[in-house]
């Protein structure tokens, strides 16, 4: 697997508590997620298709 560079956290982590985040790097064929408290700890890494059917799934039911 291509090791990931283009880490990027969520939008809405903003000022403050925005390091109590994780953040997602795609690769051609996976999507990484690490916690961006502790970025050089382990990643977790899930096929591009699944972690898309994942997120799809979150935006069809958001919780407020």
Partial sequence: ???PRNWRKSSYSGDGD???C???A???T???VRDSK???RATLTFPTPAFTSF???LKAH???
């Fill in 1 to 3: 697997m291509t090791v």
């Fill in 18 to 20: 925005g390091d109590n």
């Fill in 22 to 24: 994780v953040e997602v």
């Fill in 26 to 28: 795609p690769t051609p």
């Fill in 30 to 32: 996976h999507t990484a």
């Fill in 38 to 40: 502790a970025p050089a």
């Fill in 55 to 57: 997120l799809e799934a």
């Fill in 62 to 64: 958001p919780r407020h």
